[in-house]
T-cell receptor, first 115, second 112 residues
Framework: DVKVTQSSRYLVKRTGEKVFLECVQD?????MFWYRQDPGLGLRLIYF???????EKGDIPEGYSVSREKKERFSLILESASTNQTSMYLC??????????????FGEGSRLTVL | DQQVKQNSPSLSVQEGRISILNCDYT??????FLWYKKYPAEGPTFLIS?????DKNEDGRFTVFLNKSAKHLSLHIVPSQPGDSAVYFC???????????FGTGTRLQVFP
């Protein structure tokens, strides 16, 4: 079974703190993604990476950065957390989508609250 | 601009009856469409997909229909079960990219 593991299920941080969300996958997938889920807004793509040290901005990258030093690990960084970044963060991985259906495998999510 | 829309935020269906979840899209460059199911405090899980060259795909109780001329797809669940109660996301794969565009989700509640 594909396993995507997110390091923290629940976090509470203060405004201005630096926050790291870690994600590890064990299926040798090329692609890794960070989404956030908010009520009424669905899943919105923050950043994705198709290879080590490669990254591309998604639809809402402002206030976030990412790091992919190893193929299996993709980190989301909030340099200075703000209250509007309170959300459920979902990591996902997939094979390259050029010749498949684009199925993503998601982790269980990290619920971040910024006070 | 929302390229994938799920206009019904919620749906309530009696156990044993059919659940129909709808999704509309605007971009003709989508080549696959997928449905994901999400329980609270869990990540979404893949349910079923359909290629843009097909109009129907079936997997057990789940069937997805695609109407390309109307840019509309729907997920049918027959018969509905209480365990189907979850949020369902429609997603579309943009041709020749590694991107999925998700809809806003529909919360399905199946009551006894």
């Amino acid at each position: 079974d594909v396993k995507v593991t997110q390091s923290s299920r629940y976090l509470v941080k203060r405004t201005g703190e630096k926050v790291f969300l870690e994600c590890v996958q064990d299926m040798d997938h090329e692609n890794m993604f960070w989404y956030r889920q908010d009520p009424g807004l669905g899943l919105r793509l923050i950043y994705f990476s198709y290879d080590v040290k490669m990254k591309e901005k998604g639809d809402i990258p402002e206030g976030y950065s990412v790091s992919r030093e190893k193929k299996e690990r993709f980190s989301l960084i909030l340099e200075s957390a703000s209250t509007n970044q309170t959300s459920m963060y979902l990591c996902a991985s997939s094979f390259l989508m050029t010749d498949n259906t684009g199925e993503l495998f998601f982790g269980e999510g990290s619920r971040l609250t910024v006070l | 601009d929302q390229q994938v829309k799920q206009n019904s935020p919620s749906l309530s269906v009696q156990e044993g009856r059919i659940s129909i979840l709808n999704c509309d899209y605007t971009n003709s460059m989508f080549d696959y469409f997928l449905w994901y199911k999400k329980y609270p405090a869990e990540g979404p899980t893949f349910l079923i997909s359909i290629s843009s060259i097909k109009d129907k795909n079936e997997d057990g109780r789940f069937t997805v229909f695609l109407n390309k001329s109307a840019k509309h797809l729907s997920l049918h669940i027959v018969p509905s079960q209480p365990g189907d109660s979850a949020v369902y996301f429609c997603a579309a794969h943009l041709y020749n990219t590694d991107k999925l565009i998700f809809g806003t989700g529909t919360r399905l509640q199946v009551f006894p």
